[in-house]
């Protein structure tokens, strides 16, 4: 279980304790992303296993940091979980049995058939019906949520995020596109999603815009570099 938290003091010891509740089989790591507070010696307190950054790498340095101790530690599957109380444990049992049935990649969609409603705003909503819309044209399936920070991995995934993992905002999304490009079978399956525990959102408008933005230039560069290398093959 690899959790990346950036200044979660008011929601990680709730989320952990639930999760070991649920869950005491899992090993927990959670990776404190050059936080300011006190995640980290709350998550030691927890007995969890902690790696602290000595500053803030952004959400896609902290999973690559996970990723690479699931690897070096010889785990042979990884969930990714936030640390601010909106996943429900119990759901992890979901993701575990996709990837019992095949698949590489499992993708616990917000826009399933859960329980609660995922509210955004008019701009992030519109937004994600671009972005979800370019992946799925580019990838070649049919994608709810491009976006989740709710995931579970096999080991072979794991090792190629290990040195190739997306390290800018939206990590999420580019590491989906990566994913499928690498021939890893990727699957989502609703789950639920809940209201943040405790704590506020890092993200803010101007700056989710220019991320987006910069995402779609990435997509649109994958789609260029593809039908180049289709016209000097034929």
């Known amino acids: 279980m690899v959790i990346p938290a950036y200044d979660e003091e008011e929601a990680i010891p709730g989320t952990l304790a639930e999760l070991m509740s649920v869950r005491p ?29 000595p500053f803030n790498l952004g959400i ?16 042979t599957r990884a969930v990714q979980f936030d640390a601010d109380g909106q996943h429900d444990p119990r759901e992890i049992a979901t993701l575990e049995a996709a990837l019992d049935d095949g698949a590489d990649m499992v993708i616990g969609s917000r826009f399933g058939e ?29 994608f ?26 939206m990590d999420s999304t580019e590491s989906l596109l990566l994913a499928c490009k690498a021939g ?5 399956v609703p789950t639920r999603i809940r209201k943040r525990s405790a704590g506020k959102p ?6 989710l815009v220019y991320h987006y933005l910069r995402l779609l ?18």
Do not use: C, W
């Not at 949520?145 to 800018?168: C, I, Q």
């Not at 890893?184 to 989502?188: L, R």
């Open 60 to 75: 896609g340095g902290a999973l690559q940091t996970g990723f690479r101790f699931a690897v070096r530690n010889g785990y």
């Open 114 to 142: 859960g329980t609660v409603e995922y509210r955004v705003g008019p701009i992030r909503r519109g937004a994600m019906h671009v972005l979800r819309a370019s992946v799925n044209a580019v990838s070649g399936h049919k």
């Open 202 to 207: 890092s993200t803010r408008h101007f700056r």
């Open 25 to 53: 089989d899992l090993d927990v790591l959670v990776v404190s992303d050059g936080s300011r507070d006190k995640t980290a010696d709350l998550a030691r307190a927890a007995g969890v296993s902690i790696v602290e950054l």
């Open 184 to 188: 890893f079978e990727v699957v989502e």
């Open 144 to 169: 709810t949520d491009t976006s989740s920070g709710f995931r579970a991995f096999t080991r072979p995934v794991l090792e190629s995020f290990a040195h190739s993992y997306p390290v800018e905002f």
């Open 217 to 234: 230039v990435v997509i649109i560069s994958q789609v260029q570099i593809s039908r180049r290398r289709r016209r000097e093959v034929t």
